[in-house]
Nanobody
Framework: QVQLVESGGGLVQAGGSLRLSCAAS????????MAWFRQAPGKEREFVAA????????DYADSVKGRFTMSRDNAKNTVYLQMNSLKPEDTAVYYC????????????????????WGQGTQVTVSS
């Protein structure tokens, strides 16, 4: 499994922006479909965004469409989540996840589909 480390979380006011980063170790980053999940206190972990191996395909939860953008730079072994127009309900611990696959273009949306996880980074949005 690839090792993942998130960074970029913090405290922002509603309407503000944050950019999360997820740095991956190992040689085979381009063979991993990547995703972001989040978990608020008392709630289940939920899907936020996913990106294909090449970065050519992305998908987002309805709650963040139009506000969040996921991208990746395989040369830097890094994925990103640009979060704009943040709302208090976006407050959560955000996790980066990876799934190794030999196929290109596929996306995955549930926690059980991913074998590699970062430690999480806290995002808090105040009103």
């Amino acid at each position: 499994q690839v090792q993942l480390v998130e960074s970029g979380g913090g405290l922002v006011q509603a309407g503000g922006s944050l950019r999360l980063s997820c740095a991956a170790s190992g040689r085979a980053f381009s063979n991993y479909v990547m995703a972001w999940f989040r978990q608020a206190p008392g709630k289940e972990r939920e899907f936020v965004a996913a990106i294909s191996r090449s970065g050519g395909t992305t998908d987002y939860a309805d709650s963040v469409k139009g506000r969040f953008t996921m991208s990746r730079d395989n040369a830097k072994n890094t994925v990103y989540l640009q979060m704009n127009s943040l709302k208090p309900e976006d407050t959560a611990v955000y996790y980066c996840a990876g799934r190794f696959t030999y196929s290109s273009g596929n996306l995955y949306y549930t926690s059980a589909d991913f074998g590699s996880w970062g430690q999480g980074t806290q995002v808090t949005v105040s009103s």
